[in-house]
């Protein structure tokens, strides 16, 4: 809220960040609050979601439009049980396939 009744709804790739608050211990996995608040951050609801040829995942505003961030992919996989074990190999294709990728 900016006081003028304006909000953005969004998650960065960062850590404290929505998506790792689990891994930092702030939140259980189980809780139903942060699966709802996950589900949000890993979704199209969320400016700074991505998907592309290499992977989906967070993003963020300093790391620029259409970029999944490896640290997004990382938090993102660490609790997930649907989608980690495709996020290392998605994370490391990125790498391989000479694609640029910030850490």
């Known amino acids: 809220m900016d006081g003028y009744g304006n909000a953005l709804m969004m998650d960065d790739a960062n850590a404290p960040g929505l998506v790792s608050m689990a891994y930092l211990g702030c ?9 709802r608040t996950r589900a949000f951050a890993l979704s199209d609801s969320n400016p700074y979601f991505f998907k592309g040829k290499a992977a989906e995942g967070v ?13 997004g992919l990382c938090t993102g996989a660490d609790f997930d049980r649907r989608c980690g074990d495709t996020d290392v190999p998605a994370l490391a294709a990125g790498f391989d396939s000479g694609d640029r990728v910030h850490a």
Request: no cysteine; aromatic share 10%.
């Open 59 to 71: 993003g963020g505003p300093h790391e620029g439009l259409n970029m999944v961030w490896p640290m």
């Open 27 to 35: 939140a259980s996995v189980e809780d139903p609050l942060y699966r």
